[in-house]
Every structure is written in structure tokens, then in C-alpha cells.
């Protein structure tokens, strides 16, 4: 089975099970984590990885990849496994592992999911790695072998930013449909459920504003919010200052998450486009809470629209309406049949447009694609 490189800088996030679950998925070829170093995050244990370290060496040798130098011992350590492809995720980390593709003669993709292609070039230049990335975007755009959109409106953001639209495909990542599915056996009661950072652009600011008018008609309704972030001590005194039942339960692991989508009656993603251009890319809280059977009520932003069907498997209010978002939360807890009908409206979109195994199959034809371009331009590199 032939080996692709998975590059992420900090190898792995709490919040990015999605990586894992593709790279879980794939049965054409096997994935390698590569990195800067490890974080306290996600278990990789079932997979090789290869890191620079969190030691002093492995800082400075991070580092000199940061400046486009090479990491021999990186690059020796990984050619063990004779790798076809490297595949980093998000756009700054895709200019990261450049050198690491171009050393070792591999062709180079990159997904883009949110921020990456959102953000505005003003907000790149406020810190010292997004300056990086900007003095590396237009080699990227000349380099690699092909970019990976997680939606129509990340594919949309890169063609603006003057990346070639003959190398970008719009790729959705799937969830695991016999994971996330709906469990008979557990009654949902009048909880609204929120997963996701506590920072400005997931908008639960207006999720409160909208949850204080809902229990105004449904005391007996709870809000749970599983998440962390910088602005949870600020929510948490709007949540107490206006609501009468809520729980903030910080950082969750995805079992957790399962069960409180087993039992709540609505997910919430109040997501917003704020100053810098953040917005949603394609929420996979959203897929995986309409494969449970949970019905959505969200703002429609970024790529939220192309995963809910309005009044179909969710609701979808104008951005900041938390007016709307409130009556929509009302109107699904308050009707027991619309609330079936949408839970079983998301559960079979999912199945037919989300589904992990297919995703990734289309995934590793994208791999193979890439694959025998690269070799054809290696061998006859006059022709490219």
C-alpha cells in the first residue's frame, strides 16, 4: 500500500477529528502524520508519525523549516516509508511543507477549510506566521500539485485570491454514517446543543440572545454549550445574566459530543463573517449532528448552506437575526412531527452527499490523479 504524507504543524487538535477520520478511512493508501511537533490533542497511536520535536532541537529545527530551509532528519525519518504525496491541511501549513515536497520529489496538495481562505491579507500580516504564509502564498500557488476545497465558498475565496482554478477541486470531507447515526433507545429532551470555539466568529453571543427568548415560551429548555475558547468567561456572564437553564462543558471528546447530539432536540450554529473574513468553510458539526438525526437551525454564512437544506433539514436565519434564530428553535421544539421530518430529511442527505467511505474514495482518486500527473511531468518535463 502506498504511504501519503499527512502535514499539519501541531499534530493533533481537539477539534480536528476530521483529519483523523479521513485519514482513518483511506484503504488505497496509508497515512503518515508529519509535523513541527505534538500536541496534546487527538489520539494518533493507530498511525506512523513523525515529528521535529517539542524539545529545544526540535524547535530550532522547525524553525529553519519556518524560513524554507530543509529538515534533513525529517526528510530521512520520512523517506522510510516511501512516500507518493504529500497532503497538508490548511493553507499556511501547506506553504510550511513545501521545502519537505520539493526535497523529496512528491507531488504537493493542500485542503483549505475555513480561515486559510477567509481571512483577509490585513489580517495575515498582524502576526509573524501569517506574514510567512503571505511571502510563501505565490510560490504555493506556482508549486503545488493541486488545492482541496471543503466547499463551493472556499472554492469561490481562492479563485478571488488568484489561485488557479484549474488545480482547485471542491472535495467535501464525509463523516462516519455508522458512527453518527440516531439511537432509538435515548429520548431527546429540550436541549439546544452548541459545539464549537468560544470565539468571535462561531457567534454564540447570538445563540444567548436567541435562548432568553425561547425560554421565555419554554422554560423546561436547556442550552449546553461544549467548546472552549477566549470568550467563554464573557459568555458564561451573558448566559447567567440572561438565561434561566444552561451548561458551558469547555473541550468535550467526540464521544461525548455523540451522546449530547443523541439526546438534544437542535443544533445551533450561530456562525458569523467578522473583520478579519472569517467564516465557516464546511462545519463538520453540522454533518455529523444531521447523520444523528439532529435537526439545524444556523446562520446562513460561508459554507453552511451547501450541508442544510432550508425547511427541509434545518433552518438557515440571516446573519445576526438572533430573532429568527429563536422562533426556528421554537418551531421545531414545539412540533414534534416537522422535528421528525427533518431529522430524517438530514439523516439521508448526509448519507447520500457526506458518507465518510465515499468521500475518501473520491478523495484517493484525487490522489491518483495528482500521482500520475506529477510522474508524467517528472518524465517528460519538457511537455509541462
Known sequence: M??????????????????????????????????????????????????????????????????????????????????????????????????????????????????????????????????????????????????????????KKLVDQGFPREKIQVHYIGVDTSQFQPDPTVAHDKTVLFVGRLVENKGCEYLIRAMEQVQMEMPSTELVVIGDGLLRGALERQAAASLRRFRFLGSQPSENVRNWMSRSAVLCVPSIVIATGDAEGLPIVVIEAQASGLPVVSFSTGGIPETVTHDETGYLAPQKDWRALSEYISKLLGDPDLWASFSRAGRERVKSVFDLKVQTEKLERIYEEVIDSHSQRTKHPESS
Open 2 to 155: 502506498r504511504s501519503v504524507i499527512i502535514f499539519r504543524e501541531c499534530l493533533l487538535l481537539l477539534s480536528e477529528t476530521f483529519i483523523r477520520s479521513q485519514v482513518k478511512s483511506l484503504s488505497k493508501f496509508s497515512g503518515i502524520y508529519a509535523g513541527c511537533r505534538r500536541v496534546h490533542g487527538l489520539d494518533l497511536s493507530d498511525s506512523p508519525m513523525v515529528v521535529l520535536g517539542n524539545n529545544t532541537v526540535g524547535r530550532m529545527k522547525a524553525l529553519a523549516l519556518k524560513f524554507a530551509r530543509c529538515a534533513p532528519r525529517l526528510i530521512a525519518r520520512l523517506r522510510k516509508y516511501e512516500p507518493v504525496l504529500l497532503h497538508a491541511h490548511f493553507g499556511p501549513d501547506g506553504a510550511l511543507a513545501l521545502p519537505l515536497a520539493r526535497k523529496m520529489k512528491i507531488p504537493l496538495i493542500v485542503t483549505f477549510h475555513g480561515y486559510d481562505a477567509n481571512r483577509t491579507e490585513q489580517a495575515f500580516r498582524e502576526n509573524r506566521w501569517g506574514r510567512r504564509y503571505l511571502r510563501r502564498r505565490e510560490t504555493l500557488k506556482r508549486e503545488a500539485s493541486g488545492f482541496i476545497a471543503v466547499s463551493n465558498f472556499i472554492a
